[in-house]
């Protein structure tokens, strides 16, 4: 298992390099950058929105269309009342502290991870041990630089003790961040003093819908709640057959505290949730388990944690849910198929782990939660959560709503009922009970099956029943026995009702996409060995294009030739671009080495003689040529996976002309 | 040329039919129901997400691919003062009234709109002619309950002058639609009295970003500017070159003041706009205006609707360009594209038309704007906008922050300059003037051609020049000869600098894709004769599910054939969805039809025995019967477009069997 960040090759990664290649590229761009930028907000370029589109087009054959889920697209715009019913009205918020001097606002979970963590660095230097460099952010260097750490030796318990509250450093609630900030004295480096008290900061956008401005609305924290909402309708659109699952891939708002780490942490994302309801009974089995039972997954379970350890283990989802380390067989299934999308999209299978949510950490309507956690140079990232939600949602909105988000499922064999059950003598009873009538049914009607055997047995001796009514009388009320049936009946029924369960993948497609580039990012030297040039090793699928096609030069003769190859590419769907810039032909593959291009074709004088064009390999600069036919079938064929380069090397002859040519040049 | 809305086969437009059945089918369904709903607020369910997809998908592959344009994906989220530089802070709005005395809030020019068509209703009824009923929508249903328009004959002249009015209803501002209020007396029917004085409303949900609440911001209006503030790097990205446009597909914001009208006139909606940078010199001309030059479009220009008319022509771009009536070529370009587009997508040829801005109605960045108009039982609707943006935002933006958004391109031949130039004496000319010398300097430097000719012929002849230079001594300053010198000189200039003027095809996609549904619904008769039938003719390319695959009964033999034909098809990239309920097969076909499925195939006995399956067609309900190899192979060229069904009935056996049964059933 790695546990530091690295390129593609085992190199160290150096995130400046790429983060300045990233920028140059147009991957991403802070957005508003003319405007000096808004933190926690960036807008894609062309590279970035492609490879974005790209995972997302994997992503809905790998789930909805594989599993035949109902996408659904939903509205951003939420009225109040929706989540303040699903709580996060509430509950969905961060603990945030000022610093009373500087007035900077600050993320407290965050704040003690910080200094604890450098505070142990300290210990390292002052032991003479070697101190792993993590890249930090600006903001975390200027506090660094304003109250520089000394490397102070620590004792051995303390170092513990701060090892094990790093551990479960997501568990902490406001009140126990803020006695961790007294107790080991958590100064802001860059005013000298503590931050105040935590307080909870809810993280949702608010606006107004409407012009009265009497609609109180918020931006969605998740794209769950409109599954949610629209789940009779989507039942029905099913069939009522459940199992079934519906899917939906929308942005959702988070306004973050205090942004930084880049793409990792933004305010505004796009996210792609699924969200599969399951009948509770029967121990939420899945019917294609065994498909994926032998798949191996890297866990970090809540004991662990809780224990202070960041030890994993490596086991089959089979035997984890037979040991019982994940619950069900539904949510085992779906954390093995999101290890398998993961996977297929080009994620670094030795930086994949997925960590189990402890208690306190758990979002509010969780009852069991994994984490496919991603190993990035900002350490492990959260990238897709996998929560058992129980019944939660859908139970507190058909209660609040009176909506009936329920299964109705006619049972194979009727259910036999027998139950002791009250009736009344309505003639009588209200007559008797007067202005109380209906309190005291009520607290009849609310008695236990226990108590109603012992109430009918009362009836049958004394002729009255005493039952408790609070608010009436004396507290207690006596009923006779011509105003009350109680008998022990049997009823059949043909029809059970029942809440399902949701357990819910959710994909946050930013940090995949981020995460995605560090585990492809590498640097070669060049042929002059003057400089490292970057190179993105995306797989075909989601390289956000395919071709590149580079005339030789810029003589007319090339450019109907190149007109017509990306003609033939766009017919079978592959995308390609021309580069018909002066640069020369190596700097053009540079910049498309650099821009993830997996695949190049050279147009030159041989071409317009014989038809026949270069293909290079943006992995091995390797080059092979042959006529057009045999090319295009190659790429195709490597695009849609069915061969690698190294197939297509065995088949068409080698071709090293242009590499010398690249080389002196 | 249609003028009322009409199904597919020229049957009147039953709309509450039509939204009942797409509701049904969850095409669309309003956002939050359960929670009583937000007027301007829809969840799309399963078939009105792929449907939407797919019509995305066939823009981006009809604009963004087939021209090379560099897509990018923007925060919708956006501080305040980036909308305040591009004007939508002070003039995005609509007018608004209120009621005095039901306290209703009315969008200002949609109420003049309908009080003027209704008097114009009663005058036609008063006067014996046939009344078009057009669909209304529930609210103004509910005002005509209660201010029943009597049917009362109107003088000639005040027909005349309504008519003249509702031509040019958009062309009208808040006080001019204050004058017609009080003018004609128009009142709101639910209260009988006229309400209160428009006033500006401002259509931006506003929001604050960060933890502070110190960074007010707003849900973007429109994903234009996110390429604007873009293009220094998307200019780079291009290598420098120009022409160039950038695309963006996203969610944009309009807090409407009362939506009404479904689909149409939502809160939150998708769209898909093109910024297309030219070169203002040289007329804007489009290198491909040759492909589209002879395409016919239906106009109605901007003169036509300002003298009260609503009469259009039909003509060809090349001519319309030629003649004036559309600007510039690449205006023309793009509405002809924009023709092409909506035709390829299946919007009904004879209810589309482009209507062009009149003054007042322009946006505030607008120099020409032609709106593609798609008629439906709502009347005319906007759905494509065309606009010339011309260097507007690039301009504000550039200016406010500095930043170069420009265009910088070495000269072919270098420009020489002859000019009259003025040099200032620094040494002497400070001093002389002390404290005034920034404003003379300024009053100097300002000076035309002509002006600084006429003072240098002064300067030689008098030894010294008079400036008038508001604020300084009596407004008249004489400036001698040893402080400055006027001469006629020559410099050269390699590089040009200018900005670019922009193009904007800007589609909202929730009104295309209402629009389509309204045009590809018709009702066909059962066979039985009891009841109509809805059937969605969606083009292929677009049906948001290809292939109905239904076994004749729930025989377990059908089940694996069912899979295996689902599996093979989705290898093709083909969508396709098993029904295997228990209702007739007719009954099943019926679904689909309503859900704009193009193709079924049914798998019964003969299918076990001989491996032949029969294919349905949605529009014609014929039938064809062959192996599986041929049924596919058919499925393919219809869904790719190579074949229409009518080629596949020529070549493959007629097959009558089930539809007999159906009817039957």
């Known amino acids: 298992m790695t546990t530091t960040a690295t390129t593609l090759k085992g190199q160290p990664l150096d995130r400046p390099a790429l983060d300045s290649m990233l920028r140059r590229r147009m991957f991403y761009t802070p957005a508003f950058e003319i405007y000096g930028g808004v933190a926690g907000l960036y807008d894609y370029g062309p590279p970035g929105c ?137 100064k802001n480096p860059a005013s000298g003093v503590q931050p105040s008290p935590p307080v909870a900061f809810n993280l949702m956008f608010q606006t107004a819908i409407g012009p009265s401005s009497n609609l109180p609305g918020y931006l969605r924290p998740e794209t769950a709640q409109g599954q949610f909402l629209n789940f009779s309708k989507l039942l029905e659109f099913n069939q009522g057959q459940v199992p079934f699952a519906s899917a939906s891939i929308g942005r959702s708002y988070r306004n973050e505290i205090s942004p930084r780490a880049g793409l990792l942490r933004v305010r505004e994302f796009l996210m792609a949730e699924i969200e599969h309801f399951v009948d509770p009974e029967g121990g939420k089995k899945h019917p294609r388990f065994h498909e994926v039972k032998d798949i191996e997954l890297v866990l970090l379970n809540r004991t662990t944690q809780l224990s202070g350890k960041t030890h ?39 930086k994949i782990r997925f960590r189990q949510h402890m208690a306190n950490e758990m979002a509010h309507y969780a009852a069991d939660c994994w984490d496919a956690e991603l190993l990035t140079s900002y350490g492990w990232v959260e990238c897709v959560g996998c929560a058992d939600r129980s019944a939660y949602d859908l139970s507190v909105h058909a209660k609040r709503t009176g909506a009936p988000l329920i299964v109705r499922e006619q049972r194979a064999e009727p259910l036999v009922v027998e139950e002791w059950e009250v009736e009344l003598n309505k003639k009588k009873f209200g007559p008797h009970f007067k202005k109380d009538g209906k309190t005291v049914e009520a607290a009849v009607l609310a008695t236990t099956q226990e108590q109603r055997e012992a109430l009918a047995k009362d009836l049958n001796e004394k002729g009255s029943i005493t039952v408790e009514v609070a608010g009436v009388g004396d507290g207690k009320v006596e009923i ?130 014989d038809s026949t064009i270069t293909l290079r390999d943006r992995d091995t600069t390797k080059q092979v040529r042959a006529d057009e036919d045999k090319i295009i079938a190659a790429i195709q064929s490597v695009v849609d996976g069915s061969k690698e380069w190294k197939d297509v090397e065995a088949e068409l002859p080698i071709f090293e002309g242009q590499e010398i040519e690249v080389a002196t040049r």
């Open 312 to 350: 994993v283990e490596k086991i089959s989802i089979g035997k984890a849910v037979a040991d019982g380390i994940v619950d069900n067989e539904t949510l085992g299934y779906f954390m093995a198929r999101i290890h398998l999308f993961l996977k297929k999209i080009g994620v670094d299978q030795s």
């Open 50 to 186: 492609s490879l974005q589109a790209n995972i997302i087009d994997v992503w809905r054959k790998h789930f909805v269309l594989e599993e035949d889920m109902l996408e659904v697209d939903c509205s951003v715009l939420t009225p109040h009342e929706v989540l303040k019913t699903s709580g996060h009205v509430d509950k969905f918020a961060d603990w945030m502290c000022k610093d009373p001097k500087n007035g900077e606002i600050i993320r407290a979970d965050h704040f003690v991870e910080e200094i604890l963590e450098s505070r142990l660095k300290g210990d390292k230097e002052a032991r003479g041990q070697k101190v792993e460099e993590k890249e930090e952010d600006p903001k975390k260097k200027k506090r660094k630089a304003k109250g520089v750490q000394e490397a102070v030796k620590l004792d051995d318990a303390v170092v513990q003790e701060y090892e094990e509250v790093l551990a479960k450093i997501d568990n902490y609630n406001g009140e126990e961040l803020g006695e961790l900030i007294k107790k080991y004295d958590l």
């Open 480 to 609: 006779p026995k011509d105003l009350i049936t109680i008998e022990r009946r049997t009823r059949t029924e043909h029809v059970r009702e029942y809440t399902p369960n949701v357990i819910e993948p959710s994909f946050g497609i930013g940090r995949i996409l981020y995460a995605l580039m560090e585990h492809n990012f590498w640097t070669r030297a060049s042929e002059g060995g003057d400089e490292a040039r970057g190179v993105l090793s995306f797989p075909p699928t989601v390289a956000p294009t395919k071709v590149l096609i580079v005339p030789l030069s810029s003589n007319e003769q090339f450019r109907p030739i190149c007109y017509k190859l990306s003609q033939r590419l766009r017919k079978l769907g592959i995308s390609s671009r021309i580069d018909d810039s002066s640069a020369t032909i190596g700097k053009r593959y540079s910049r498309n080495d650099e821009l993830g291009t997996p695949l190049g074709i050279t147009v030159d004088f041989q071409t317009v003689q």
